[in-house]
């Protein structure tokens, strides 16, 4: 017998509750009248933030006597209708979830409460092999008041799962179980592989007792949300100039960034403050970004942890490994915005000054392999407010402080057809958006050349002048 992987529906594969979609369609197809029932959007609201309750769920068991008499067909048509709006609601690490379990051979199943007549279109929407849902009882094509069957909730969700797998080859014990709340501790404890997803207060408690992974499917594995928030999300709410005192923002091209939907963002790199200033331009987008860093960062105490929960992906040069790139890939399927900084490394000594950026072709084989739009953003003034050969940014320079421009281009048009072509493209249309005496070539002094360099670093800068430029 095999393993197979059983989904829970609203606040799992969905971010809220389903029921608002499904009570439009059954007032659009005619079942229920068209002025919505008083309180009707509190409930609801007050489900897609807290979660499954006793009292709901009663009222949700007290469904099939209201659908009494009503035409089954009809229901099945509201229920088509609704698929229709809600597979665009599947947040897409969900979708890569249910494609990662079918790539490795398993069963994927929806298990929900709600009524199977109106979630098995959603079901099949999604390409999953079967549904587990409450049914209705029938006479002559209407319902009869009756639940046929379990009341697939609690206990009866999972006695419906083991029927189900006993009659389809399953071994419960052995498979994977991804739910929110915590009447869906009988399921989650019989499975092998328990997620909490999106998890209700008592279930995170437990997931956390139990040492069970909790996730949220609209953000990557790893971020965590306080009250249904990312930190991302929170530091954009404080991305307000009077915060930032010792530096002055110049941005422009805000509105190239994509609203939604995948993208590769794309920097020159001149300082340890680049990333903050991709993240403020993102801030006034109001989209997160996922950052592709080295692994040395994430490695650090402390910081390490802030990285990872921001959605950062490690990267370990000379490694020669795809992952970092394969993660990214995950990510801009599922819609998110990742950035990249395609030189790998602040340039160091004269190689800083050059006027030609030299990338690596990370981006151009990202976007080759996705087809994700290339936005490039140029980055000027950055190693004013946080030099290399500072630990720290200069967070006293309040009487007079550096100006970092940021530019927001238009995609970069690149041919998918050659690594180095798309590369020298995407560096072109940086070095386009940075000003005038960035395209001048400049000899450096031996102080312009020692803020190049690594804090700490115990090379002659006049041995760092004679080297090739590009060659670190």
């Given at each position: 017998?095999?393993?197979?992987?059983?989904?829970?529906?609203?606040?799992?594969?969905?971010?809220?509750?389903?029921?608002?979609?499904?009570?439009?369609?059954?007032?659009?197809?005619?079942?229920?009248p068209?002025?919505?029932?008083?309180?009707?959007?509190?409930?609801?609201?007050?489900?897609?933030?807290?979660?499954?309750?006793?009292?709901?769920?009663?009222?949700?068991?007290?469904?099939?006597?209201?659908?009494?008499?009503?035409?089954?067909?009809?229901?099945?048509?509201?229920?088509?209708?609704?698929?229709?709006?809600?597979v665009?609601?599947?947040?897409?690490?969900?979708?890569?979830?249910?494609?990662?379990?079918?790539?490795?051979?398993?069963?994927?199943?929806?298990?929900?409460?709600?009524?199977y007549?109106?979630?098995?279109?959603?079901?099949?929407?999604?390409?999953?092999?079967?549904?587990?849902?409450?049914?209705?009882?029938?006479?002559?094509?209407?319902?009869?008041?009756?639940v046929?069957?379990?009341?697939?909730?609690?206990?009866?969700?999972?006695?419906?799962?083991?029927?189900?797998?006993?009659?389809?080859?399953?071994?419960?014990?052995?498979?994977?179980?991804?739910?929110?709340?915590?009447?869906?501790?009988?399921l989650?404890?019989?499975?092998?592989?328990?997620?909490?997803?999106?998890?209700?207060?008592?279930?995170?408690?437990?997931?956390?007792?139990?040492?069970?992974?909790?996730?949220?499917?609209?953000?990557?594995?790893?971020?965590?949300?306080?009250?249904?928030?990312?930190?991302?999300?929170?530091?954009?709410?404080?991305?307000?100039?009077?915060?930032?005192?010792?530096?002055?923002?110049?941005?422009?091209?805000?509105?190239?960034?994509?609203?939604?939907?995948?993208?590769?963002?794309?920097?020159?790199?001149?300082?340890?403050?680049?990333?903050?200033?991709?993240?403020?331009?993102?801030?006034?987008?109001?989209?997160?970004?996922?950052?592709?860093?080295?692994?040395?960062?994430?490695?650090?105490?402390?910081?390490?942890?802030?990285?990872?929960?921001?959605?950062?992906?490690r990267?370990?040069?000379?490694?020669?490994?795809?992952?970092?790139?394969?993660?990214?890939?995950?990510?801009?399927?599922?819609?998110?915005?990742?950035?990249?900084m395609?030189?790998?490394?602040?340039?160091?000594?004269?190689?800083?000054?050059?006027?030609?950026?030299?990338?690596?072709?990370?981006?151009?084989k990202?976007?080759?392999?996705?087809?994700?739009?290339?936005?490039?953003?140029?980055?000027?003034?950055?190693?004013?407010?946080?030099?290399?050969?500072?630990?720290?940014?200069?967070?006293?320079?309040?009487?007079?402080?550096?100006?970092?421009?940021?530019?927001?281009?238009?995609?970069?048009?690149?041919?998918?057809?050659?690594?180095?072509?798309?590369?020298?493209?995407?560096?072109?249309?940086?070095?386009?958006?940075?000003?005038?005496?960035?395209?001048?070539?400049?000899?450096?002094t031996?102080?312009?050349?020692?803020?190049?360099?690594?804090?700490?670093?115990?090379?002659?800068?006049?041995?760092?002048?004679?080297?090739?430029?590009?060659?670190?």
């Open positions: 017998m095999e393993p197979a992987a059983f989904f829970d529906l609203d606040r799992t594969l969905l971010r809220g509750a389903s029921g608002p979609m499904f009570s439009e369609m059954l007032r659009r197809v005619g079942v229920l068209d002025r919505s029932i008083p309180g009707e959007g509190l409930v609801f609201k007050f489900f897609d933030i807290v979660g499954e309750t006793l009292p709901s769920m009663l009222a949700t068991r007290q469904m099939a006597r209201a659908a009494s008499g009503w035409d089954r067909s009809t229901v099945q048509e509201a229920g088509r209708l609704a698929a229709e709006r809600l665009d609601q599947v947040p897409g690490f969900a979708k890569a979830a249910i494609e990662a379990h079918r790539n490795d051979g398993r069963k994927v199943v929806m298990a929900t409460t709600s009524p007549d109106l979630v098995a279109p959603l079901a099949e929407a999604l390409g999953l092999d079967a549904v587990i849902a409450t049914r209705y009882g029938e006479v002559d094509g209407k319902y009869d008041g009756s046929d069957g379990f009341f697939v909730w609690g206990p009866g969700k999972l006695a419906a799962v083991r029927q189900w797998a006993a009659l389809n080859g399953v071994d419960v014990t052995k498979s994977w179980a991804y739910s929110d709340s915590i009447y869906d501790m009988p989650l404890s019989a499975v092998k592989n328990p997620t909490a997803i999106n998890p209700d207060p008592r279930l995170a408690m437990v997931a956390m007792l139990r040492r069970w992974p909790t996730q949220f499917f609209d953000v990557p594995a790893g971020v965590p949300k306080v009250i249904g928030v990312e930190p991302q999300r929170m530091l954009q709410w404080l991305a307000k100039p009077q915060l930032f005192p010792w530096v002055r923002f110049d941005v422009a091209g805000v509105e190239s960034i994509p609203a939604e939907g995948p993208a590769i963002i794309v920097g020159n790199h001149r300082s340890y403050f680049d990333p903050l200033a991709i993240g403020w331009a993102m801030a006034q987008s109001g989209r997160p970004v996922r950052f592709l860093g080295k692994k040395e960062v994430f490695d650090a105490p402390v910081v390490g942890q802030v990285v990872g929960a921001l959605g950062g992906i990267v370990e040069r000379g490694s020669g490994s795809d992952e970092p790139l394969l993660l990214a890939k995950e990510a801009l399927e599922a819609g998110e915005a990742v950035a990249i395609p030189q790998g490394t602040i340039p160091r000594g004269r190689a800083f000054f050059d006027p030609v950026l030299k990338g690596r072709w990370g981006a151009a990202l976007a080759a392999m996705t087809g994700a739009p290339v936005i490039p953003i140029g980055l000027w003034g950055t190693e004013e407010v946080w030099p290399r050969n500072a630990r720290m940014p200069n967070v006293l320079a309040l009487g007079h402080p550096p100006t970092v421009r940021i530019r927001v281009g238009e995609p970069v048009e690149l041919g998918y057809e050659d690594l180095d072509t798309d590369t020298e493209a995407i560096m072109d249309a940086l070095v386009d958006l940075l000003p005038d005496e960035a395209r001048e070539a400049h000899d450096p031996p102080e312009e050349l020692a803020r190049t360099l690594p804090s700490g670093y115990q090379g002659d800068v006049d041995e760092e002048q004679d080297r090739r430029p590009g060659s670190d």
